[in-house]
């Protein structure tokens, strides 16, 4: 009973929180770094939450379809990958409908499937992700600072370049802190193999 009502909380929580972010979209939507670092993230975290609300519910035919994780991490990536193109950036600030499919693919399309199919990828998919999508990142990031002209008609050049310096600062922060937690596990990753190989 208390876990039910627990999940009912966090389901209450999470439409809250989707609903303060819609109402505040204007302002987060003013400035590019914003729009990509805080208000992109912050739905897909809304997904997140929401996917420990569904993952008790999901029909066993679901979970076998969602083979090693891999069909919603595809789902993931293109997510992800569509919310950073400039014409998508442009699109959601002009035109409500596009907003709006934002609102709804973010949580539904990349922070669900994410929460769902992450645990269920292996180890090694799991690095592979990593290893593609922080570089994806610092791309993208080289990509805003280095155009010589506005590829988002709705932001300043200046906002781009500051949007194009902060994806390579998150990118190089991530890039360290999974070495950091690689370097710190493998130790005890090593240990269990050898423990494994010995008996």
């Not at 609903?19 to 809304?46: K, Y």
């Amino acid at each position: 009973m208390n876990y039910s009502m627990n999940h009912r909380w966090l389901a209450a929580v999470t439409a809250s929180a989707w609903l303060t972010v819609w109402m505040w979209r204007t302002p987060l939507e003013s400035n590019m770094a914003v729009h990509m670092i805080i208000q992109v993230p912050l739905l897909i975290a809304l997904g997140l939450a929401l996917a420990v609300v569904v993952r008790p519910h999901e029909p066993r035919w679901f979970v076998d379809a969602d083979w090693l994780g891999i069909p919603g991490i595809v789902l993931v990536v293109f997510g992800t990958s569509f919310w950073m193109l400039p014409r998508a950036l442009d699109g959601a600030i002009g035109n409500p409908w596009i907003d709006a499919a934002k609102f709804l693919s973010l949580p539904l399309l990349v922070g669900l499937p994410l929460g769902l199919s992450w645990s269920r990828m292996p180890p090694l998919g799991r690095a592979f992700i990593w290893a593609n999508f922080i570089p994806k990142l610092g791309a993208i990031g080289s990509l805003y600072l280095g155009a010589p002209v506005r590829l988002c008609a709705y932001y300043r050049l200046d906002q781009q370049a500051a949007a194009g310096w902060t994806l390579i600062i998150v990118a190089v922060a991530l890039g360290i802190s999974w070495f950091v937690v690689v370097f710190i596990d493998w130790p005890r990753h090593g240990s269990n193999l050898h423990r494994a190989g010995v008996s």
